[in-house]
T-cell receptor
Framework: NAGVMQNPRHLVRRRGQEARLRCSPM?????VYWYRQLPEEGLKFMVY????????ESGMPKERFSAEFPKEGPSILRIQQVVRGDSAAYFC???????????FGPGTRLTVT | AQTVTQSQPEMSVQEAETVTLSCTYDTSESDYYLFWYKQPPSRQMILVIRQEAYKQQNATENRFSVNFQKAAKSFSLKISDSQLGDAAMYFCAYRTNTGTASKLTFGTGTRLQVTL
C-alpha cells in the first residue's frame, strides 16, 4: 500500500522559471493538502483540494501560485516566475475523508538560484 | 485565528531518560484535535500521537504520552525511555473539528537531541 508520493524530490529552478510539483495521494484518498516549510520553520498551510475542487486556498499567495487536483492524475502545485523566497520544502498530505487523518509525502525541496 | 506556540527551540535528553516537550495553543473553539508530528532528518512527517479535545483521558502510544490541559490550552509530549532514533524535530499541530476548515496549524518546532 503505497504512501503519498511526491515528485520530484528535489527541484532547482532559476529565477523567473516555472516550478511544477506533483503529489499522488494514497490509494482511496480524495482530499489533498499542500504545505510549505521555510528553512528552520514549521509547516504552513497553503491549499486544500478535493477532486476537481479547491476547498480552502486561504494560505496561498495571491500571485504566481496555483493548485489543481484533476479527476485523473496527481495534484499539481504550480509556481510561476519563481523568486529566491520561494525556496522551501513543499509537502503534500492526503486524507480519505473530510477532516480525516492526514498522511504526508516526503516533500519536494525547491531551490531557486 | 488559531496559533500554536512551541517555546523550546532545542531540547536534549540522555538515552533511556524521559523528556517533555511543551506546546501551548490559542483558540476560542471547544471541538478540535491536537497532534504531535516527528520530522527526522529525512524530512518525512510522521504522526506520533493525537488528542481529541473532548476526550479527558490523555492519549498514549507506547513510549509517547501527552499531558492535555484544556483549560490552560497546553499540550505537552512526554517521551519515556528515550532512544537515539527519537532524535528529530517535533511539531505540535492543531486542527479544528468544526466548520469547513480542515488544515493543520503547526508550531515552529522543537529540535530534540538524544545523547549517549
Amino acid at each position: 500500500n503505497a504512501g503519498v508520493m511526491q515528485n520530484p524530490r528535489h527541484l532547482v529552478r532559476r529565477r523567473g522559471q516555472e516550478a511544477r510539483l506533483r503529489c499522488s495521494p494514497m490509494k482511496g484518498h480524495s482530499h489533498v493538502y499542500w504545505y510549505r516549510q521555510l528553512p528552520e520553520e514549521g509547516l504552513k498551510f497553503m491549499v486544500y483540494l478535493q477532486k476537481e475542487n479547491i476547498i480552502d486556498e486561504s494560505g496561498m499567495p495571491k500571485e504566481r501560485f496555483s493548485a489543481e487536483f484533476p479527476k485523473e492524475g496527481p495534484s499539481i502545485l504550480r509556481i510561476q516566475q519563481v523568486v529566491r523566497g520561494d525556496s522551501a520544502a513543499y509537502f503534500c498530505a492526503s486524507s480519505q475523508a473530510f477532516k480525516g487523518e492526514q498522511y504526508f509525502g516526503p516533500g519536494t525541496r525547491l531551490t531557486v538560484t | 485565528a488559531q496559533t500554536v506556540t512551541q517555546s523550546q527551540p532545542e531540547m536534549s535528553v540522555q538515552e533511556a531518560e524521559t523528556v517533555t516537550l511543551s506546546c501551548t495553543y490559542d483558540t476560542s473553539e471547544s471541538d478540535y484535535y491536537l497532534f504531535w508530528y516527528k520530522q527526522p532528518p529525512s524530512r518525512q512527517m510522521i504522526l506520533v500521537i493525537r488528542q481529541e479535545a473532548y476526550k479527558q483521558q490523555n492519549a498514549t502510544e507506547n513510549r509517547f504520552s501527552v499531558n492535555f490541559q484544556k483549560a490552560a490550552k497546553s499540550f505537552s509530549l512526554k517521551i519515556s525511555d528515550s532512544q537515539l532514533g527519537d532524535a528529530a524535530m517535533y511539531f505540535c499541530a492543531y486542527r479544528t473539528n468544526t466548520g469547513t476548515a480542515s488544515k493543520l496549524t503547526f508550531g515552529t518546532g522543537t529540535r530534540l537531541q538524544v545523547t549517549l
